[in-house]
């Protein structure tokens, strides 16, 4: 299974940025794709995730800000995954890792469960 990360950077406080993830070379039909981040000095957060039936779960901090969707082309064992966020608040701050897990869909602390993910894009908003 291959992810490759796009986006991130840095915008001041209230801007917005676009994470993208593409991941590849998997054979399950059920799955659950998306982000969790970790800001230095602190524990790793879920961020969202989407499911192979759509079903999305978000963190409460995002929750009105930030906006999972995915590639509709549902091509067997390829998918891309997007996070538009929107309304960036220092706390934001932090480096965010695609993850993709298999097997089931989306459910609370999906992204501690065995799967894979990459090196992750940081974003830094500032004050």
């Known amino acids: 299974v291959h992810l490759v990360e796009s986006g991130g950077g840095s915008v001041p406080s209230g801007g917005s940025l676009n994470l993208s993830c593409e991941v590849s070379g998997y054979t399950y039909d059920t799955y659950c794709m ?41 091509v067997n064992g390829k998918n891309t995954v997007y996070l538009q966020m929107n309304n960036l608040k220092p706390e934001d701050t932090a480096r965010y890792y695609c993850r993709a897990v298999f097997g089931d869909r989306c459910s609370e602390s999906w992204w501690r469960r065995a799967g894979y993910w990459e090196q992750g894009i940081q974003v830094t908003v500032s004050s």
């Open 34 to 74: 998306g982000w969790f981040r970790q800001a230095p000095g602190k524990e790793r957060e879920g961020v969202a995730g989407i499911a192979s039936d759509d079903n999305i779960m978000y963190s409460d901090f995002v929750k009105g800000r930030f906006t999972i969707s995915q590639d509709n082309a549902k």
